[in-house]
Structures are given as C-alpha cells and as structure tokens.
C-alpha cells in the first residue's frame, strides 16, 4: 500500500486538500475523516451546543457553501449527523454522532494547547474551568484503566496486530532517531529506556 499524499482534483484546475491514502497511521486516518481547520472549528461549536446551520454561519463566520460542503464531509465521515426539525421549509439540527462525541477530548487538549502556546500576552481569552467550582482546569491525557498520564516518559510505541509496511518502515526510523541520541524522539516497540 502507498504511503504518499495525494491532492484531490476539483473544477477549473482548482486543488482540493491533500489526502492520505489510507496510510496505517490512526492520526493520518482521522485527519482524512475530519478534512480541514474548518471542520475542527465546526466540531467545536457543535460540542459547545450550537445545533443549527446560521447558528453555524455566525459563529464561525465561514460562507454558506463552504459550511454545506464541511457538514456533508462530517455527516460521510460519521461524525455528525443530520436531524430535521423543521418540514416546511426542511430545517435541521447537526448533532455529534458518537464519533464526533469522542472527539471533544481533542478538543479540550486543543483548548489547552493553543492557550498555553498562543494565547497571546493578554491572558485567557477563553478559560476551561471546572462544573462545579469554577476553577481553572490544566487538562492531561490518561490512561482509563489506570488513570496514570500519558506522555513520551509513561507510553511508547508499538506495531499493532493489523501493522504492515509503514509502520515498519517508520518503526525502522523511530529506533534509528533513539540510535542517534536524540531525547525527544518517542520510544518505539525496541527503543524504551
């Protein structure tokens, strides 16, 4: 199976985003099924609570037709769905399907990110705090079962039961990058301290 990228043909000569070709990798997977920045924006607000397509338009400020083609490729994708709420004239809700629901944790890693690496010199222009308190949160990935974090020090990678050639392949790379030395490179299957 290729690896390469491949830019999808659209009218008048004009590009659409390049696409993965069905790499092995799981992070190049979801970015085929999520498509572009807007689509994350639109994940956004609908994890946020806005439902309907000017609830949409407004919020992210993005024309029509581009929001119609982002909530088609999201709906294909399984991560939104499509509920009428309205027969004459048709009118719908956009809703997060379980997909889309499993994406808000990326979502609050993306919230805790940006404000720590641009949110600006000003301060928080948007805060995750907590439900019950008020208090700010400082979100960190853990594992379910033992609700230890995860990071580079506490994980590693490995090749999967359904891995081929580029996992292989970048595996190959991954223990050639610990060879050289380098500290920041995440351990693979054969490289853990």
Known sequence: MTCMMQAEPLACGMVRR???NGMECPV????????DWWSILILRDLSLGLSRFDELTASLGVAPNMLTRRLAALIEAGLVERQPYSARPPRYDYRLTEGGRDFEPVLTMLYAWGQRHFGGDCGATVELVDRVTGRPLDP???????????DR?????VPGPAAGAE???RMALLRAARARGRPDAIPSEETSP
């Open 140 to 150: 960190v990935v853990v594992d379910r079962a033992t609700h230890r974090p995860i």
């Open 28 to 35: 190049a997977r979801a970015m085929d099924a999520i498509g």
């Open 153 to 157: 020090t506490t994980a590693r990678i």
């Open 167 to 169: 996992v292989t392949r």
């Open 18 to 20: 390049a696409r993965t």
